[in-house]
């Protein structure tokens, strides 16, 4: 089969597009990428993505407060084990494994994933380079203030099982209620993470280049940071499925790859870290 003409220029055009990112990747040294849920959906993990999402007919905003979770803990729980037992059902896809991979080559490389899934983590992201602005649902920690337990990772937690006994965790120090480790509707981000971004920023008076992957970048300060990397001179490059709200920003210089992220990403990355 041949190509007529229209289509080779049309193919022409597009590998020339995808190399003038591959081959600006391969020369950025600093380097940022932010992380939504559209990368862990192609791993099979719900995004719950807008303000209308439900479960089991009650709205996610509504369960995901701590309003809620203080008045209705059983049913909050409910929801947080169908997560946890989804989240722990899926596994890193190649998009997450390229990322991790792009880590270990590029030392000025910091990831900060909205998940709370710990997709990156399983894929052996370096820990150092890579900040869970939003926390993770398989960390637990104490409801009582002046407790300070916590458990990372929470993967084998017989309260993950379908029908647990009892239906809320307890405190295996203070008997308090546990709740996961995430940051919710209404919560503050953990300063520690604001200080780790920050801090990366101010130690890169340029950037080179930031990735946006598979987010809606509706929410503060997630979506600032686009805008202070561009700012710093970064370029940006949007993986996503749909022509959004973070690509109507995009200039001359940037680039859009539309589709799964899951597929997507190692596609281009995979030219770099091999
Ligand atoms: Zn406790």
Redesign the pocket.
């Known amino acids: 089969m041949t190509l007529t003409m229209e289509n080779q220029t049309r193919l022409e055009s597009w590998n020339n597009y995808c190399d003038d990112f591959v081959n600006h990747l391969r020369n950025s040294k600093a380097v940022l990428a932010l992380l939504g849920a559209g990368l862990s959906a192609s791993s099979g993990i719900s995004t719950y993505q807008g303000s209308g999402s439900t479960w089991q007919n009650h709205l996610v905003r509504d369960l995901a407060t701590k309003s809620r979770f203080e008045r209705d803990p059983v049913l909050v729980w409910e929801y947080y084990r169908h997560r946890q037992a989804e989240i722990l059902s899926g596994v890193p896809n190649a998009g997450h494994f390229a990322l991790a991979g792009l880590a270990t080559i590029k030392p000025d490389f910091l990831t900060i994933t909205q998940n709370v899934d710990d997709l990156s983590q399983r894929a052996r992201h370096p820990p150092e380079l890579l900040v869970p602005i939003h926390g993770s649902l398989l960390d637990l920690h104490?409801?009582?203030t002046s407790?300070?337990?916590s458990r990372h990772h929470n993967s084998h937690d017989p309260h993950l099982h379908p029908q647990p006994s009892p239906p809320t965790p307890s405190?295996?120090?203070?008997?308090?209620l546990?709740r996961p480790s995430i940051t919710r509707f209404g919560d503050p981000l953990p300063p520690s993470h604001l200080s780790t971004v920050d801090s990366w920023f101010s130690a890169h008076p340029t950037i080179d280049l930031m990735l946006v992957i598979g987010c809606a970048c509706t929410v503060s300060p997630a979506a600032d940071y686009i805008d202070k990397a561009k700012e710093k001179g970064a370029r940006i490059a949007v993986f996503n499925v749909e022509f959004g709200r973070q690509a109507l920003c995009l200039g001359q210089e940037d680039w859009f790859f539309e589709g799964d992220a899951g597929v997507m990403v190692p596609l281009l990355l995979g030219k770099v870290v091999g």
């Open positions: 104490c409801t009582n407790c300070a337990f405190c295996p120090l203070c008997t308090s546990l």
